[in-house]
């Protein structure tokens, strides 16, 4: 049973434009979603959260959107860099837990 | 260092043998996570200690996986009479607690062959 989902497996956009990194999650329980971004033969590394009590957060040219009642968040990138390109990975859990459930990742590739 | 060590950064064993992979968590953070990335997969969770409690090993695929932690530092998986779809790549993460962002170390490329 996925409870992370992200449908696309690869998205190329070309540089300067936004790029947007699409997850669904189907277990309501979940209250607090990361997005990590992992480079070839590197760990994953944080990029940014949203807590379930607010449907955006922004850092710099990254953006989270969390859509509760569709169980949906999106990570926007904006403008996208040929330095972005990367597997982005989202990620849930739920307060007083610590047990993150991934998705399977988007490549992301970005055309200079 | 400031970060999440792994080493080694790649393992080529045979079938069969056991492997022993090690984790040093970044200081001070209390709890630390095994994932494991196969092929074309996201990260699978494999287990987690928290201080002094029970780690949760709900992840780990068979008996020839297990884990330890010792001290409430340095963290060793160890994968007995290793199998071909072992292969992997194995990340170690840390955190300061529960619900706060975890940081990976830059995992162990495992290959069975």
């Known amino acids: 049973d996925q409870q992370v989902k992200q449908n696309s497996p690869s998205l190329s956009v070309q540089e300067g434009r936004i790029s947007i990194l699409n997850c669904d999650y189907t277990?309501?329980?979940?209250?607090?979603f990361l997005w990590y971004k992992k480079y070839p033969a590197e760990g994953p590394t944080f990029l940014i959260s949203i807590s379930s009590i607010k449907d955006k957060n922004e850092d710099g040219r990254f953006t989270v959107f969390l859509n509760k009642s569709a169980k949906h968040l999106s990570l926007h990138i904006v403008p996208s860099q040929p330095g972005d390109s990367a597997v982005y990975f989202c990620a849930a859990t739920f307060s007083g837990t610590y047990k993150y459930i991934f998705g399977t990742g988007t490549r992301l590739k970005v055309l200079a | 260092g400031a970060g999440v060590s792994q080493s080694p950064s790649n393992k080529v064993t045979e079938k069969g043998k056991d492997v022993e992979l090690r984790c040093d968590p970044i200081?001070?953070?209390?709890?630390l996570y095994w994932y494991r990335q196969s092929l074309g997969q996201g990260l699978e969770f494999l287990i987690y200690f928290q201080g002094n409690s029970a780690p949760d090993k709900s992840g780990l695929p068979s008996d020839r996986f297990s884990a330890e932690r010792t001290g409430g530092s340095v963290s060793t998986l160890t994968i007995q009479r290793t199998q071909q779809e072992d292969s992997a790549v194995y990340l170690c993460?840390?955190?300061?607690?529960?619900?706060?962002?975890?940081?990976f170390g830059q995992g162990t490329r495992l290959t069975v062959v």
């Open positions: 277990n309501s329980m979940f209250d607090y």
């Open positions: 200081s001070g953070h209390t709890a």
């Open positions: 993460a840390s955190s300061l607690g529960d619900s706060t962002e975890a940081f």
